[in-house]
């Protein structure tokens, strides 16, 4: 047997969710300063039922934070 193959819809909507994951993690950790093993918990939560939009916002705010 070998590594599973994966359509390129699968493997889109993985790296959407990793996206997510990552910038919901360091936005609870730089901009609200959450502990990293609590946003990386939430985020493995929040991933998954957050709105594209709240997801935008987060994802702005992050770089916001980070241009200053």
């Known amino acids: 047997r070998g590594a599973p193959e994966y359509s390129t819809r699968q493997t889109q909507k993985a790296l959407e969710i ?3 994951h990552q910038v919901i993690t360091q936005f609870l950790e730089e901009v609200l300063q959450v502990d990293a093993d609590t946003a990386e918990e939430d985020a ?3 991933e998954h039922v957050i709105s594209d ?3 935008q ?3 702005a705010l992050l770089e916001e934070k980070r241009s200053k």
């Open 18 to 20: 990793y996206e997510r």
């Open 44 to 46: 493995c939560h929040m």
């Open 53 to 55: 939009s709240t997801f």
């Open 57 to 59: 916002g987060f994802k």
